[in-house]
């Protein structure tokens, strides 16, 4: 199911920005140079969909592909814009950097990106942990959803190169 978000209610958080920042967590917008640095990331943690998306998330200008970088390790993403207009994700954050709040700053900073390309909502595509999101940022399912945007989704086994 997608989850809507009301863009004009999502705020900053001051307290966690202040602890990611005590922590050398840096969270901004990508550069172009780290696009292969970022589609290998994604690629060896989630899926070859999710590099796809990120690399459509890159072509948008500006880019719209967000991350969190500590001592020039990368730790997790956020891309919007890259299955669909006004879609949030995918996001991820690497398994060893969970639970610091990586994952709810990107998605907070990420969609405050979206607000200032002049988003009044945010949809967030299949969404996983549909509480997270309810209580991070007041996301709320979409009745009807679950088919979405990935209704129809090529199947990459079945087009898998053979020989």
Known sequence: MDLLV???DVEPDADLDRRLKESGVVIRRALAPELD???A???TRFSAGWVSEAQV???RDPNACLIAVKDGKLLGFACYDA???GFFGPTGVDEAARGLGIGKALLIRTLLAMRER???YAAIGWAGPVEFYARA???MPIPGSDKSVYAGLLDPLVHAPTG
């Open 118 to 120: 002049g988003y009044g």
């Open 57 to 59: 998330a890159f072509s």
């Open 137 to 139: 940022v007041g996301a």
């Open 6 to 8: 009301k863009l004009y």
């Open 83 to 85: 299955v669909a207009l």
């Open 41 to 43: 990331f994604i690629a």
């Open 37 to 39: 640095t970022i589609r």
